[in-house]
């Protein structure tokens, strides 16, 4: 059985930074991306980072460049998204999604992060 799940979130004042976690297990099939999403009421679910696993690329979009940074953690079955410079328009649920080369595709079930003073 597939877990994934989320930890770290939080309030964070403007300007601060958060981690987030992301732990999942029972895989069988290699992993082609990892990736974390976001989603505030009334809004579509945005991707925030995307990593391939093939060789390492990550992408983000244009309203998180320079401030998000994922990462893999291969020794723990872990992906991480460190988050600087935090803005009260990053509020939102993160969700973590992890995709197999199968065309699996998982989801956590999210955590919540609130920017606000």
């Known amino acids: 059985q597939v877990q994934v799940e989320e930890s770290g979130g939080g309030l964070v004042q403007p300007g601060g930074s958060l981690r987030l976690s992301c732990a999942f297990s029972?895989?069988?099939?290699?992993?082609?991306?990892l990736s974390w999403a976001r989603q505030s009421p009334g809004n579509e679910r945005e991707f925030v980072a995307n990593l391939f696993t093939d060789d390492g690329r990550t992408h983000y979009p244009d309203s998180v460049k320079g401030r998000f940074i994922i990462s893999r953690d291969n020794l723990e079955n872990s992906v991480h998204l460190q988050m600087n410079s935090l803005k009260p328009e990053d509020t939102a649920v993160y969700s973590c999604?992890?995709?197999?080369?199968?065309?699996?595709?998982?989801w956590g079930q999210g955590t919540q992060v609130t920017v606000s003073s």
């Open positions: 999604n992890v995709v197999t080369i199968a065309g699996q595709d998982y």
């Open positions: 029972g895989v069988i099939f290699k992993i082609r991306t």
